[in-house]
């Protein structure tokens, strides 16, 4: 896949570069396929550990220096192959205040990095989160969009870059055409 191929060699790119005023680039993903739809705080499934795999090939040479994720398993399980490979430490920003107040901690915990920041959020946080960012404003991603994967280059003052791309297996046909989800 072009796509990822582009992905891993733009963020290596930006984690390789010394010039000494960098701003964060930041990885936002939804986190992967859970094994429950019912329970509060369901662990991955099968598909979701495979997406998990897929985010850490992705970001295998990218040089990742901080992780953020919330208190929900998934979050974490979804990030977790990559903070072992990086020797990273999960930051865990709570679901607090509403989404916009979520979003707006994230982004000011990923301001304080240099390098590679991964963000792995949910679906009605990671378009506030991207927008945050300085990203633009786009829809919530549909309940059973997992793959996309939104790279920012924070760069205050000048506006971010956004680039939007997919990495693991596609999801299913019309998991993007949905209605608006809820504000949670």
């Known amino acids: 896949d072009h796509s990822m191929l582009i992905v891993a060699l733009l ?7 010394s010039d000494t005023t960098r701003h964060p680039v930041v990885v936002v993903v939804r986190h992967a396929e ?52 990086h020797l990273v430490t999960m930051t865990v920003v709570p679901v607090e ?50 793959a996309e994967l939104f790279t920012i280059y924070v760069t205050p003052g000048d506006g971010s870059r956004v680039m939007r791309s997919r990495y693991g297996t596609p999801d299913p046909a019309g998991a993007a055409d949905c209605p608006a989800m809820k504000p949670q």
């Not at 979050?75 to 072992?84: C, I």
């Open 97 to 146: 205040g509403g989404v916009a107040a979520h979003a707006y901690a994230v982004a000011l915990a990923a301001a304080t990095h240099d390098g590679v920041v991964l963000v792995v959020g949910h679906s009605n946080t990671v378009m506030p989160i991207v927008r945050a960012l300085g990203g633009p404003t786009l829809p919530d991603l549909c309940d059973g969009t997992y």
């Open 34 to 85: 859970k094994a429950s739809q019912t329970e509060r705080d369901p662990a991955l499934s099968d598909a979701g550990w495979a997406r998990a795999w897929a985010l850490d090939s992705v970001l295998r040479d990218a040089r990742v220096s901080a992780i953020i994720v919330t208190p929900f398993r998934r979050t974490r399980e979804t990030a977790s192959l990559v903070a072992k490979r």
């Open 11 to 17: 963020l290596a790119l930006a984690a390789s570069t």
